[in-house]
């Protein structure tokens, strides 16, 4: 059976599995008292909801997955690790655990499939040629082992792929989302780089967001919580590593990264706020985009169009990127395909810009200022002056 067909039954499998599955964990968090109550500071929701619908997802990626992925090392490992990071997220939405037992609790569940060889052992970049972080050891360890620079590496970038996508789960439906469309884009560059393993497990980490989205959409009936968002977090940081960062293409280095934008700017920028104004970096605020558009008066479908549609414009670049043949990889570039790449970049530039403005990111200090507190803007001259 070809990689894409059994990429696309394991996509709609997942997505018929959380679809059903989402009101038994609704059953499960009303028992169990993971409930998550409105609150006035940082929330857009208005009726207390449950909060695991993260574990529809993972039970719809585990059946997939042994179903479609081939049951090898990685494979265990990759599963046993979302396991974990589920278990993690599952405590913080029931027990709402502290910063530190939370990251520890991701390290350890990235360290498994990191340990299997879920790691990036090489690349290659552009004027530099291909670089091995994994020949430079940071660590001598008893009996011969050492720690080397590429699982460390792997480790903090899929640790940091799920705290992106933990900060974006604040309204109902960003996150699924996000990681349906990034799911879609990574699923399809992987099966084009002969990644079948890493195709199909983005395809079900899709298909699992849609199935979700059923029930995460506004209004929301319930929410992934961080059992779900730490483990989408998880796999598509697995996904970037196998499918894409794992390869000798030269432009493979940057597709998650394009993909990913909008999570990965939407974090940088709420980590730079907070910095900015000494609040810690795991506070929770009203400094992420899609807080900045409720202050501004958009409505929750409004702000899911804005954000789906800048994702979805970033992915359409990665995929034009991969698959415009607009050079021949030794350095002539085709000028038909050349101006048909510029076009999807201008269109992503334009999109970001329009966002950025949308947002009021840039926006200057004599119009207005954002309260440290809350996120919110004041202006400091009339309506009209400050829209200039």
């Excluded at 059946?63 to 974990?84: H, K, Q, S, Y």
């Excluded at 501004?296 to 169009?305: D, E, P, V, Y």
Aim: some cysteine; glycine content about 10%.
């Amino acid at each position: 059976m070809p990689a894409s067909v059994e990429a696309a039954l394991a996509f709609v499998l997942a997505g018929i599995l959380a679809l059903l599955l989402v009101p038994v964990t609704d059953r499960v968090a009303r028992r169990i008292g993971a409930i998550d109550y409105p609150d006035d500071q940082r929330s857009l929701h208005a009726l207390p909801t449950p909060r695991l619908g993260g574990l529809a997802i993972f039970a719809a990626v585990l059946v997939a997955a042994l179903i479609w992925l081939p049951w090898d090392g990685e494979t265990r490992a990759i599963l046993t690790g979302a396991a974990l990071i589920t278990a993690v997220g599952m405590l913080d939405d029931v027990y709402e655990l502290g910063a530190a037992p939370k990251l520890l609790g991701q390290i350890v569940a990235v360290i498994v499939p990191v340990a299997a060889g879920v790691t990036v052992d090489s690349f290659t970049v552009p004027f530099l040629g291909r670089l091995d972080p994994g020949s430079v050891e940071l660590l001598a360890l008893p009996g011969g082992g050492a720690i080397d620079l590429g699982d460390v590496g792997t480790t903090l970038g899929i640790v940091a792929m799920i705290n992106v996508i933990n900060l974006i789960d604040g309204v109902d439906g960003l996150a699924a989302g996000v990681c349906l469309i990034s799911g879609v884009a990574l699923a399809v560059i992987a099966l084009s780089l002969d990644r079948t393993a890493a195709g199909i497990l983005a395809a079900l980490t899709a298909g699992a967001s849609l199935g979700f989205l059923r029930h995460g959409f506004p209004p929301a009936s319930t929410f992934m919580g961080d059992t779900g968002s730490n483990l989408l977090g998880f796999l598509l940081g697995v996904v970037a590593v196998q499918g894409a960062l794992k390869t000798n293409a030269v432009i493979a280095l940057f597709l998650p990264l394009i993909v990913l934008t909008v999570p990965i700017l939407d974090t940088g920028f709420v980590v730079a706020k907070r910095l900015k104004y000494g609040q810690p970096i795991y506070k929770a605020d009203r400094w992420h985009f899609h807080h900045r558009m409720a202050n501004i008066g958009f409505s929750q479908r409004r702000t899911l169009a804005y954000l789906y549609g800048w994702t979805a414009v970033m992915a359409a670049l990665a995929l034009a990127l991969r698959f415009v043949p607009y050079s021949d990889d030794h350095g002539s570039f085709d000028p038909l395909w050349t101006a048909v790449i510029a076009v999807f970049g201008l269109l992503a530039i334009a999109a970001s810009v329009y966002l950025i403005y949308v947002l009021e990111i840039l926006k200057l200090r004599r119009f207005s200022r954002i309260d440290p507190e809350t996120g919110e803007f004041e202006a400091l001259l009339p309506d009209r002056e400050a829209s200039g």
